[in-house]
């Protein structure tokens, strides 16, 4: 069982049994969930089992875990529903308490009675999140596996889908249970150097060895923290944006990659004023393009805050798609190169030359429209294109693709997508070279134990270990009702 910092938010909520419906409404068929002590009687309560080979059907109490029933719902002698019964009984179930679930006809009547069958027999609606939370507070999942089950209902690409399945498994935990296990190992050592204090020159930690660890894990929270930056981009959508100068063909190309008619396109300079924002998946990746205003001098007033916006949108992003009109581009390089490239230097950025289709004998091929400019970074990509006529689009979106590396990531790589993770993966970071700094400058062991205790500690907040009212009730607010 976890270790909690103070007391748990509903720490009664064990001495309650919960309902809810489990299932987005419209559909043919509907789910009602029910956890705690009394969950099996409350549905026995309200359920007419089907009689088997002409005897009386064992009550629900009665049965077997994992086991299906058919049977009624009723109310007194009328019936409610046809349904199934799936009985889970403590501790294999996903709360860790006995629990039942309906599956009845989607009918929203339905769904609404069943619930009050079963509010009238003692239970209580249950709150976002709260069988997960259960689950965790029962020992059956620790924080960040909580944590991923949010994650993977909300997934709406592969790769998001991938990591929420990886870290709701226990990968990350695993990951972070062998940090904690080694840096126990250290503090224990040194808290022993503190039992016997009065033998100055007692170590039972060699400082080569404890430094040798120390820097193993400084680089494992270290590689961890990194990934964060990808990870959020695969959860989230990869943010792409796409820059220029006014009438360079940015709106046409975000409808192309959108394969709609999403900004309006227009010969007239300046007509896209704010950013406009949409996700395409690309072979299981979300990219989230963002057309931008165009760069260019201008005396109006909201004219300018549209294209200041859109330099802050280069700052956002991890992709960006310079377009340039193919028959001048050198004068817009010119023009630009000096707000667009100091913006770049940890990005991926994409030369697009657009309206190459104008030029006479457009060639993909020719030195024009693959070389890369002076002055730019040596990892810059550049691709020649017809926004309007979609040449090269399909070029364009393998790039794209091959940008993310998405096939690198293997399925035991661990990748942090979580924010409260990284911030306390970065704290922990901080904390461990402070340790080595404390071993270059010969600090005593009780100073050098409290700084790994600190490390303990942000790991523990990850996983559930050590954790406190407000985070729980944060995390778990955010779940949908029903999980």
Not at 27 to 55: C, E, K
Not at 95 to 111: A, F, K, R, V
Not at 353 to 377: C, H, M, V, W
């Amino acid at each position: 069982m976890s270790e909690h910092i103070g007391t748990l938010p509903n720490s009664h909520l064990a001495a309650d049994t919960i309902c809810a419906i489990a299932t987005a409404p419209g559909g043919a068929l509907g789910l009602i969930r029910v956890s705690g002590l009394h969950a099996l009687a409350a549905t026995s309560a309200i359920f007419r089992p089907n009689a088997q080979a002409g005897r009386q059907a064992p009550p629900l109490t009665e049965r077997r875990p994992y086991s299906q029933t058919l049977g009624l719902i009723v109310d007194g002698e009328e019936t409610v529903d046809e349904v199934l019964v799936s009985v889970f009984k403590a501790p294999h179930s996903y709360t860790g308490e006995d629990s039942t679930e309906i599956s009845c006809h989607g009918s929203d009547y339905i769904l609404q009675r069943v619930m009050r069958l079963l509010l009238a027999q003692g239970c209580r609606q249950a709150r976002p999140g709260e069988f997960t939370q259960r689950a965790f507070l029962n020992g059956r999942m620790d924080l960040s596996q909580a944590e991923a089950v949010a994650d993977l209902i909300a997934s709406s690409s592969q790769a998001g889908h991938r990591l929420a399945m990886q870290q709701m498994r226990g990968g990350f935990s695993q990951e972070l249970g062998k940090l904690r296990e080694k840096l126990l190992s250290l503090v224990s050592l040194l808290e022993l150097e503190l039992d016997f204090s009065d033998h100055e020159d007692l170590e039972f930690a060699d400082r080569h060895e404890l430094r040798a660890l120390a820097q193993e894990i400084e680089r494992l929270i270290g590689g961890l923290a990194d990934s964060f930056r990808l990870g959020n981009a695969l959860k989230n959508g990869i943010p792409v944006a796409i820059v220029g100068e006014t009438n360079a063909g940015k709106s046409t190309l975000l409808n192309a990659l959108l394969h709609e008619d999403r900004a309006i396109v227009s010969d007239i300079p300046g007509t896209t004023r704010d950013s406009i924002e949409d996700t395409v998946n690309l072979q299981g990746v979300d990219f989230r393009f963002i057309d931008t205003a165009g760069l260019r001098h201008t005396d109006d007033r909201i004219e300018r805050l549209g294209i200041d916006r859109s330099l802050s949108k280069i700052d956002q992003a991890s992709i960006v798609l310079w377009l340039l009109d193919a028959t001048r581009s050198k004068e817009q390089i010119e023009a630009l190169s000096a707000q667009i490239l100091p913006r770049c230097t940890d990005k991926t950025l994409i030369l697009l030359y657009n309206k190459a289709d104008l030029r006479p004998q457009p060639d993909p091929q020719a030195s024009e429209f693959t070389e890369i400019p002076d002055g730019f970074p040596a990892n810059t990509r550049v691709l020649a294109i017809s926004a309007k006529k979609q040449w090269q689009i399909d070029r364009l979106e393998q790039m794209l693709i091959d940008t993310v590396r998405l096939p690198e990531i293997s399925q035991s790589e661990i990748i942090v997508t979580n924010l409260r993770h990284f911030e306390a993966l970065d704290h922990g970071r901080t904390a461990i070279r402070r340790v080595l700094q404390g071993l270059d400058d010969g600090l005593s062991g009780d100073f050098i134990a409290q700084d790994l205790r600190e490390c303990l500690y942000y790991l523990g907040l990850i996983t559930g270990d050590i954790t406190t009212d407000e985070v729980l009730g944060q995390i778990f607010s955010k779940f949908c009702i029903g999980k």
